[in-house]
């Protein structure tokens, strides 16, 4: 695709500083010019990328660092950006706040980081002059590896004003001033709690955002934005999403009380055989005919609390449901809803579905908001094969179960502290985290230290080319690097064996475990490793290393080569035995478990080109030492 891209992340000094409505804005301008907007969200909220969609007419994905793991990200953003002429990433907070200030993990600013965009920071600029300049600077020195690359005041007072704040940034060697917005009311979301009314509720007609285009279209410096904010397009991830059996239907809650999902969420299960269908717990009279299961995701059942137990139907409907022993997953709002009844701030009472004998309670603070990490107690929700998920918590309301339950889940939070939460009642799943599935979590995630190296994987069949290529990657890298292959830990038996499954089998020997170790333990240490590896043979040896290399940079590169060059190269082979039909399998099945970032095809290219190709699309962090 030859057609130029484009790519920035808008972010904030603050919270409330408008954030949202400045990307909303962009959006629609930018769709009216004819141009497909691809919308993103950092951080855990379902409700702006709501919004989104209704400005640009395509669904938005979040981005999250710590949820996700950057690697996560980058998948994300290669998959649906590599599509769109522009793309949007909507920050979360102020542009370094995150999970804790030890860290940026989940931040705006480790998003921007991660995928390397340029930033464009809306200033708060009522009331301030050339005050203006000393804010950029701060923002802008902050972290030097971060493009702050221009400037969005919002909340100007005139055109003169946006002048005074365009000439005080240029006077300083500040970004350049990209657009200024003054306060409109029309432009105004209507807030609840900690953050903007659902889109479902709150939804906003087209004609609004043809308005907020076009005065848009005044305010912004387009030729400035488009030239610094051209990018090098993503590139589309070559190897196809997985697909699985059909495992049946199943029916998604989905309505002005049940709206907050993740699209991700929503797009693994697709992956994973579901069959998705929305209904209305507020408007359906029955559940969708055949459905196999049901998620109830979170939203605001208290708001809509006469409605949902004016609809005795439906809520008799999901008790036969339950009983039948259909499966039910819900979250938060679903999870209330699933109660015997809810109470309301001022005491009324209202019943709900009574799959779980409790009590809703609402109450008038925040009880409780943030990142958190749980281990599953039972199978994870819709055969999903995650045993350790992360997500995010928030709600103002708390359960009183009238009898014990089988917890979910085993959560712990930012300061590690831990308890046993949800309801795992056989066919009944639920908790009131919002729990994120799209990237599964290693089973043993260790916190980053100081220091560390960096990883480059390669996996692939035997034959494949991976050695060569880690010798002409080491040769042209500019700094030292090591390379770990699994031919040399296998020379370490008295047998000597050539293969490593059957190393493993005849020896009882620790080969992965040891080589996994070593291969840890030198990044920690600082290290820049390449890995020659056959990790594919087994989804356990994959997930025993990712464990092991939690929270160090790595790179997984799927290494690839055409059948009939791969057994002719095996034929050949004079420093071991060669054994074409052990290499015809691994050409079918070595990347069966295998998730990767990257791939290359060894089969026509020289070693040289192949190495060349792959260290300039590693990500930064690879390329330079590590501070």
Request: charged share 25%; with cysteine.
């Amino acid at each position: 695709m030859n057609k130029p891209f484009h790519a920035f992340c808008i972010a904030s000094t603050q919270s409330g500083g408008g954030k949202t409505t400045v990307s909303l804005a962009l959006m629609a301008a930018l769709s009216v010019r004819g141009l497909r907007v691809q919308a993103f969200k950092c951080g855990p909220d379902y409700i702006d990328p709501s919004f989104h969609r209704q400005a640009t007419g395509l669904p938005s994905f979040n981005l999250d660092t710590w949820m996700m793991g950057k690697n996560g990200v980058r998948t994300q953003w290669a998959r649906h950006a590599s599509c769109a002429d522009i793309a949007i990433c909507e920050g979360v907070m102020g542009l370094f706040d995150a999970r804790s200030p030890e860290s940026l993990e989940g931040s705006t600013a480790d998003c921007a980081l991660t995928l390397g965009l340029p930033v464009l920071l809306v200033v708060q600029a009522r009331g301030m002059a050339g005050s203006i300049s000393a804010v950029v600077r701060g923002f802008s020195q902050h972290h030097p590896g971060l493009n702050i690359a221009g400037v969005i005041a919002n909340g100007v007072g005139s055109a003169a004003h946006a002048d005074l704040l365009r000439r005080a940034l240029d006077r300083h060697g500040m970004p350049p001033l990209v657009a200024a917005f003054p306060n409109n009311s029309e432009w105004t979301l209507p807030e609840r709690q900690l953050g903007l009314v659902p889109a479902e509720e709150e939804a906003r007609q087209q004609s609004w955002f043809h308005r907020m285009a076009a005065e848009t279209e005044k305010r912004v410096n387009w030729e400035l934005l488009m030239n610094i904010t051209e990018s090098r397009r993503p590139e589309p991830l070559k190897v196809p999403l997985p697909s699985a059996p059909s495992r049946g239907i199943l029916a998604a809650a989905r309505d002005n009380a049940f709206c907050f999902y993740y699209e991700d969420n929503l797009e693994r299960l697709r992956q994973t055989g579901w069959d998705i269908t929305c209904f209305s717990p507020l408007e359906d009279a029955a559940l969708p005919e055949g459905a196999k299961a049901l998620y109830l995701g979170g939203g605001y059942p208290e708001i809509f609390a006469d409605r949902l137990e004016g609809n005795e139907a439906m809520r008799k409907a999901i008790l036969d449901f339950a009983r039948n022993g259909g499966e039910i997953f819900a979250e938060c709002g679903g999870y209330m809803y699933l109660c015997k009844e809810l109470v309301l701030p001022d005491g009324t009472r209202r019943n709900m579905c009574g799959v779980i004998d409790g009590t809703a309670r609402m109450g008038q603070k925040l009880r409780s908001l943030g990142y958190r990490e749980a281990v599953m107690e039972t199978e994870a929700p819709f055969g999903l094969p995650s045993t350790r998920i992360r997500g995010h918590e928030f709600h103002w309301s708390r359960i009183e179960l009238n009898r014990p339950y089988p917890p979910l889940y085993t959560v712990a939070d930012k300061n590690g502290n831990t308890s046993r939460e949800g309801v795992a009642d056989k066919n009944v799943k639920a908790g009131y985290i919002h729990l994120y599935w799209g990237t599964e979590i290693p089973d043993h995630p260790q916190e980053p230290q100081p220091g560390l190296g960096r990883v480059i994987l390669l996996n692939g069949a035997s034959s494949a080319g991976k050695s060569t290529l880690a010798r002409t990657m080491q040769r042209l890298m500019k700094e030292e690097a090591m390379i770990f292959s699994m031919d040399d830990y296998l020379a370490m038996s008295r047998g000597r064996h050539e293969n490593a499954l059957d190393a493993v089998r005849e020896t009882g020997l620790p080969f992965i475990e040891s080589f996994h170790a070593a291969i840890a333990e030198a990044a920690r240490k600082g290290a820049l490793v390449i890995v020659d590896h056959v990790i594919g043979e087994s989804s356990v040896w994959v997930r025993d290393l990712l464990n092991r290399l939690s929270g160090i940079p790595r790179s997984l590169v799927r290494v690839e080569c055409r059948q009939d060059i791969l057994l002719g190269r095996e034929r050949c082979r004079t420093d071991r035995t060669p054994d074409p039909a052990h290499a015809e399998r691994q050409h079918g099945s070595i990347h069966r478990h295998f998730p990767h970032d990257l791939s290359i095809d060894t089969s026509e290219a020289t070693p040289q080109e192949c190495a060349m190709e792959l260290i300039n699309r590693l990500p930064r962090e690879f390329l330079m030492p590590q501070e």
